[in-house]
């Protein structure tokens, strides 16, 4: 079926990124061009949501050129689902810039569009060198976001993920020269099921997995993320949070699905890595005393329960995945956004240097505890439904042990929200000291467009728990197509 748009998602931000680089520092411009790019994206996610949710697959070749060499996009209902949450995130985050201030920098917005662009490009991509080219395309930016403003802390921490993130790439690449030694195409559709029946493609397909598996934070491979992420700008880090690993998650099951065929020997692997990147993420963040270093872990921690509906590889396991990981995406921004907006508003997040919240920004408190209780797993929220539907599947398959520790962690989730909550928002009204070091009792309120951002995703995450059904369709359909990846397979490659 013809897709000839999805290029679209790629081309459209680029050069709105060139707009605004022309526009310099006439910031009502950048504003308007990367919003209404951002906003055409997410139209364009949900005509295509639209269009596959039958189990419709929408292909394009770029340029026409012949099968082998032609640049093709596809889109099915996993594709469409992860474009649109990319793009609200976006969307969302960039009004957090544009609120806290930190678009004022001529290169926020161009950064960010080609971030985007290359986060969407990776969504749709059949080729694994696109795939590879388009990553790089998102973690570019990427560097230069980080480190943006240049204080020292940002600098180091930016040093070590550009070290990080090119080893990471170095072995991709690796992995894909080994493939199209072995296979002679990194076609995704005509490699499909090639794990299955010859080693050494099995062997390439896990040097490829396994840098996705770092730049997604698996443990043992997670460490950069918590030592990163807390040090970028507020609106950096939520926009990260939204994105970058989440791209590592999809190109994972993606490929497992494709390329392995859901292969089921190798699945207890996946299975250990979800566990233990669930407890090592949860036991972090329980140590840490800041608002974003705490839930920097707690990414590292819900990134183990999305593998888990992988290893499953079920109906149920990966319906459960795709639902948690478009649910936890819009929690995890939220909650990012929430501790951007204590920090642009008293110039810290550290427990113990800020507290009483509670009492002076009752909806900035009740945005946190939503979202928050989301995490946790606490009825009628999203986060309840993925965790209730991915136990379910998990007691389904009698993987008990997984259970087990899906419910322990929920417990550790609501221990480290408990600690913020305590830390930040409980207790009398206490903000850092200022320059004359005295700590005061007294502060500006944070500004409605600030919270703004943060309280449109909790009302997401609200509908998504009273609502949840239209999303569970969704996600099912998308499982439908890892399950069975025949009709995907037959769109890229012509047949």
Same mark, same amino acid.
């Given at each position: 079926?013809?897709?000839?748009?999805?290029?679209?998602?790629?081309?459209?931000?680029?050069?709105?990124?060139?707009?605004?680089?022309?526009?310099?520092?006439?910031?009502?411009?950048?504003?308007?061009?990367?919003?209404?790019?951002?906003?055409?994206?997410?139209?364009?996610?949900?005509?295509?949501?639209?269009?596959?949710?039958?189990?419709?697959?929408?292909?394009?070749?770029?340029?026409?050129?012949?099968?082998?060499?032609?640049?093709?996009?596809?889109?099915?209902?996993?594709?469409?689902?992860?474009?649109?949450?990319?793009?609200?995130?976006?969307?969302?985050?960039?009004?957090?810039?544009?609120?806290?201030?930190?678009?004022?920098?001529?290169?926020?917005?161009?950064?960010?569009?080609?971030?985007?662009?290359?986060?969407?490009?990776?969504?749709?991509?059949?080729?694994?060198?696109?795939?590879?080219?388009?990553?790089?395309?998102?973690?570019?930016?990427?560097?230069?976001?980080?480190?943006?403003?240049?204080?020292?802390?940002?600098?180091?921490?930016?040093?070590?993920?550009?070290?990080?993130?090119?080893?990471?790439?170095?072995?991709?690449?690796?992995?894909?020269?080994?493939?199209?030694?072995?296979?002679?195409?990194?076609?995704?559709?005509?490699?499909?099921?090639?794990?299955?029946?010859? *080693?050494?493609?099995?062997?390439?397909?896990?040097?490829?997995?396994?840098?996705?598996?770092?730049?997604?934070?698996?443990? *043992?491979?997670?460490?950069?993320?918590?030592?990163?992420?807390?040090?970028?700008?507020?609106?950096?880090?939520?926009?990260?949070?939204?994105?970058?690993?989440?791209?590592?998650?999809?190109?994972?099951?993606?490929?497992?699905?494709?390329?392995?065929?859901?292969?089921?020997?190798?699945?207890?692997?996946?299975?250990?890595?979800?566990?233990?990147?669930?407890?090592?993420?949860?036991?972090?963040?329980?140590?840490?005393?800041?608002?974003?270093?705490?839930?920097?872990?707690?990414?590292?921690?819900?990134?183990?329960?999305?593998?888990?509906?992988?290893?499953?590889?079920?109906?149920?396991?990966?319906?459960?995945?795709?639902?948690?990981?478009?649910?936890?995406?819009?929690?995890?921004?939220?909650?990012?956004?929430?501790?951007?907006?204590?920090?642009?508003?008293?110039?810290?997040?550290?427990?113990?240097?800020?507290?009483?919240?509670?009492?002076?920004?009752?909806?900035?408190?009740?945005?946190?505890?939503?979202?928050?209780?989301?995490?946790?797993?606490?009825?009628?929220?999203?986060?309840?439904?993925?965790?209730?539907?991915?136990?379910?599947?998990?007691?389904?398959?009698?993987?008990?042990?997984?259970?087990?520790?899906?419910?322990?962690?929920?417990?550790?989730?609501?221990?480290?929200?408990?600690?913020?909550?305590?830390?930040?928002?409980?207790?009398? *009204?206490?903000?850092?000291?200022?320059?004359?070091?005295?700590?005061?009792?007294?502060?500006?309120?944070?500004?409605?467009?600030?919270?703004?951002?943060?309280?449109?995703?909790?009302?997401?995450?609200?509908?998504?728990?009273?609502?949840?059904?239209?999303?569970?369709?969704?996600?099912?359909?998308?499982?439908?197509?890892?399950?069975?990846?025949?009709?995907?397979?037959?769109?890229?490659?012509?047949?």
């Amino acid at each position: 079926m013809s897709g000839a748009v999805l290029p679209l998602a790629v081309a459209g931000p680029l050069l709105a990124a060139g707009t605004t680089v022309a526009a310099g520092r006439h910031r009502v411009l950048c504003r308007v061009a990367a919003l209404s790019i951002t906003g055409a994206v997410l139209l364009l996610s949900g005509w295509l949501l639209a269009r596959t949710l039958d189990g419709s697959v929408l292909t394009a070749d770029v340029g026409g050129w012949p099968p082998g060499v032609a640049i093709v996009f596809a889109a099915d209902t996993f594709s469409a689902l992860m474009l649109g949450v990319t793009a609200l995130l976006t969307l969302v985050c960039l009004g957090f810039a544009m609120a806290s201030g930190e678009d004022t920098h001529p290169l926020y917005m161009p950064l960010a569009l080609v971030l985007s662009a290359g986060v969407y490009g990776a969504f749709l991509t059949a080729d694994l060198f696109n795939l590879f080219v388009l990553i790089e395309v998102m973690l570019v930016p990427s560097y230069a976001l980080l480190t943006l403003t240049g204080t020292r802390r940002r600098v180091s921490a930016g040093r070590l993920y550009l070290v990080f993130n090119l080893l990471a790439s170095t072995a991709f690449l690796a992995g894909l020269a080994l493939l199209y030694g072995v296979t002679g195409t990194v076609n995704l559709g005509e490699l499909a099921g090639a794990a299955r029946t010859s *080693p050494l493609v099995a062997l390439a397909g896990a040097v490829l997995v396994l840098p996705m598996a770092a730049k997604a934070a698996v443990v *043992p491979l997670h460490s950069w993320l918590p030592r990163t992420y807390p040090h970028a700008s507020p609106a950096v880090t939520a926009l990260f949070s939204g994105l970058l690993t989440k791209v590592g998650l999809y190109v994972i099951i993606r490929v497992y699905s494709v390329l392995f065929d859901g292969e089921r020997h190798y699945l207890w692997i996946i299975l250990l890595a979800a566990l233990l990147t669930m407890v090592v993420g949860a036991l972090g963040a329980v140590g840490e005393n800041t608002m974003r270093s705490i839930l920097a872990f707690s990414m590292v921690s819900q990134i183990g329960y999305v593998l888990l509906g992988l290893a499953l590889f079920t109906a149920a396991g990966l319906t459960a995945a795709v639902f948690y990981l478009v649910q936890y995406v819009l929690v995890k921004t939220a909650l990012f956004l929430c501790a951007g907006a204590v920090e642009v508003t008293y110039g810290s997040g550290r427990l113990g240097e800020i507290s009483g919240l509670g009492g002076r920004e009752p909806v900035l408190t009740v945005v946190f505890l939503t979202v928050a209780l989301s995490l946790a797993g606490l009825p009628p929220l999203s986060g309840f439904v993925a965790k209730l539907t991915l136990i379910r599947a998990a007691a389904v398959e009698t993987e008990y042990l997984a259970v087990a520790v899906a419910v322990a962690v929920s417990l550790l989730t609501l221990l480290y929200t408990v600690k913020i909550w305590s830390g930040v928002f409980a207790g009398q *009204p206490s903000f850092p000291a200022g320059d004359s070091g005295v700590v005061r009792n007294s502060a500006p309120r944070a500004r409605p467009t600030v919270v703004l951002p943060a309280a449109l995703l909790a009302a997401l995450s609200v509908g998504l728990g009273l609502g949840a059904q239209p999303l569970l369709v969704a996600a099912g359909a998308a499982a439908d197509g890892l399950a069975d990846p025949s009709s995907w397979v037959r769109e890229v490659t012509g047949g």
